[in-house]
Every structure is written in structure tokens, then in C-alpha cells.
């Protein structure tokens, strides 16, 4: 099972257990942030070196015998302070698009699916997210859950917003696919030499990206007008 999640202004309560992935200073051994960059412990994670290169090598105390779970008979006492509380009812925003695309190729890529690789899947870490270079790679339009307010006349005019924005940004995929497609046909046409190929390939990565930026932006920016009760929706994204 894949649980998105979502980014926070801080991390909330983790269940008082040392363990967890970015949730550093509790007892978490498995990597560490250095300069923008995540680094990986290969004491404790198999990570293929010759892939990934952003590894370290650091022994943990593994002799440690302790219950993994909070509370009940034998589980560990632990509750959250009131910094941790205070994150969960605080800001927070869905993936940003690069994760989503990134999300989106795994689960597309049959190798790993657990069914063909029965637990060893090709790739277990990766050193970049994965980038669409034209808008059919990119993951499908999904608007954020219709609001549900308790008024259904105001819940069903979010949803018409909603729908109008998925509508207008598969609209704006349709155009950029097929003009990045006409520029395709054009360069095959001419014979085009792989220098200037891939330079054209660049430029529809970078037309994808952005506007994949900006209707990521545009949901976001549409369920937190909605979940706060403010205005309507607005045009499509940036191209």
C-alpha cells in the first residue's frame, strides 16, 4: 500500500518509537540530510553503491531489545507534547509534482510490482525522482477530495469548480502533447542530427515541468480556497 502523505510546517507526533523516515533527533539511524542531500546509512540499508553514491557507512547499536509498538501490555508509554499536537492541526500541502510524477512511474514500471519481483524489486532507492518529459508520461488530472461543508448546495458548486479545473488541464495537456508532437514528426522529417534531438527533447521536459508546476499549484490553491470557504476557481495553469 502507497499513502502519499502530505508536507507540514513541522513533523507531528510519530508514535514515540525510534523509527521513521526525515523524523531525526529520536533515534532514527537509517540516513541523514547534508547539504540539500540525503545520505544513506549502508550499515543498516541495502543500498547498491554503484547506483547510489550519496551513502555513508555508520554502526548502530543493534542489541537493543525493545517492543515496537505504543501502548498496551509491554508497549512503550509515550505521548505526544504539545508542539506535536499543535503540527497535526497545522498548514499543510499535498506532494509536489515531481513526487507525484515520481509516484506515478513507479507504479507504471511492471518490474516494480511485487507480483514480478517478489520482494527484491530493481530499484529500492533512487538518487532523483523520475521527470516526465512530454504531458502523456505525466501522471492522470485528479482534483483534491470535494469538500464536504454540511451544505450541499456549497458542496456541489466546489465540485463544479473542480471539475472545470480537471476539464481545462486536460485541455492544456491535449495542446502541449500535440504541439510537442508536431515538433517530433517535424524533426524526423528533416533528419534532424541527435544533438538537436535531444535538445528539443530538453525543452519538452522543461514545457511539461512547468506546466505541471502550475496545475499542481492551482489544485492546491483551489482546496485551500474551498476548505477555508473563499472564492471560486480560477483559469488553467501556466504553459
Given at each position: 500500500?502507497?499513502?502519499?502523505?502530505?508536507?507540514?510546517?513541522?513533523?507531528?507526533?510519530y508514535?514515540?518509537?525510534d523509527?521513521?523516515f526525515?523524523?531525526?533527533?529520536?533515534?532514527y539511524e537509517?540516513?541523514?540530510?547534508?547539504?540539500?542531500?540525503?545520505f544513506?546509512?549502508?550499515?543498516?540499508?541495502?543500498?547498491?553503491a554503484?547506483?547510489?553514491?550519496?551513502?555513508?557507512?555508520t554502526?548502530?547499536?543493534?542489541?537493543?531489545?525493545?517492543?515496537?509498538?505504543?501502548?498496551?501490555?509491554g508497549?512503550i508509554?509515550?505521548?505526544?507534547?504539545?508542539?506535536?499536537?499543535?503540527?497535526?492541526?497545522?498548514?499543510?500541502?499535498?506532494?509536489?509534482s515531481?513526487?507525484?510524477?515520481?509516484?506515478?512511474?513507479?507504479?507504471?514500471?511492471?518490474?516494480?510490482?511485487?507480483?514480478?519481483?517478489?520482494?527484491?524489486?530493481?530499484?529500492?532507492?533512487s538518487s532523483?525522482?523520475?521527470?516526465?518529459?512530454?504531458?502523456?508520461?505525466?501522471?492522470?488530472?485528479?482534483g483534491?477530495?470535494?469538500?464536504?461543508t454540511?451544505n450541499?448546495?456549497?458542496?456541489?458548486?466546489?465540485?463544479?469548480?473542480?471539475?472545470?479545473v480537471?476539464?481545462?488541464?486536460?485541455?492544456?495537456?491535449?495542446?502541449?502533447?500535440?504541439?510537442?508532437?508536431?515538433?517530433?514528426?517535424?524533426?524526423?522529417?528533416?533528419?534532424?542530427?541527435p544533438?538537436?534531438?535531444q535538445?528539443?527533447?530538453?525543452?519538452?521536459?522543461?514545457?511539461t515541468q512547468?506546466?505541471?508546476?502550475?496545475?499542481?499549484?492551482?489544485?492546491?490553491?483551489?482546496?485551500?480556497?474551498?476548505?477555508?470557504?473563499?472564492?471560486?476557481?480560477?483559469?488553467?495553469?501556466?504553459?
Amino acid at each position: 500500500m502507497f499513502n502519499e502523505g502530505y508536507w507540514g510546517m513541522s513533523v507531528g507526533f510519530y508514535g514515540g518509537i525510534d523509527y521513521g523516515f526525515g523524523y531525526f533527533g529520536n533515534g532514527y539511524e537509517g540516513g541523514r540530510w547534508e547539504n540539500g542531500r540525503f545520505f544513506y546509512n549502508t550499515a543498516v540499508n541495502r543500498v547498491d553503491a554503484n547506483a547510489i553514491h550519496n551513502v555513508y557507512n555508520t554502526r548502530v547499536n543493534e542489541t537493543v531489545n525493545r517492543v515496537s509498538y505504543n501502548g498496551g501490555n509491554g508497549g512503550i508509554n509515550a505521548r505526544a507534547t504539545s508542539e506535536e499536537e499543535a503540527a497535526a492541526r497545522g498548514k499543510r500541502t499535498g506532494p509536489v509534482s515531481a513526487q507525484t510524477q515520481h509516484a506515478w512511474s513507479a507504479h507504471n514500471n511492471p518490474q516494480q510490482r511485487f507480483s514480478t519481483n517478489h520482494g527484491a524489486p530493481p530499484v529500492t532507492a533512487s538518487s532523483r525522482p523520475n521527470t516526465a518529459v512530454h504531458p502523456k508520461e505525466l501522471p492522470p488530472v485528479g482534483g483534491p477530495a470535494t469538500s464536504k461543508t454540511g451544505n450541499a448546495k456549497l458542496d456541489q458548486k466546489y465540485e463544479k469548480e473542480q471539475e472545470k479545473v480537471v476539464a481545462k488541464q486536460n485541455q492544456d495537456r491535449q495542446k502541449l502533447q500535440q504541439r510537442q508532437d508536431k515538433e517530433d514528426q517535424q524533426l524526423t522529417k528533416q533528419k534532424a542530427d541527435p544533438a538537436r534531438m535531444q535538445q528539443v527533447e530538453q525543452q519538452h521536459q522543461q514545457q511539461t515541468q512547468q506546466m505541471h508546476q502550475g496545475h499542481t499549484q492551482q489544485m492546491q490553491q483551489m482546496q485551500q480556497r474551498q476548505s477555508t470557504g473563499g472564492g471560486g476557481a480560477r483559469g488553467g495553469g501556466r504553459r
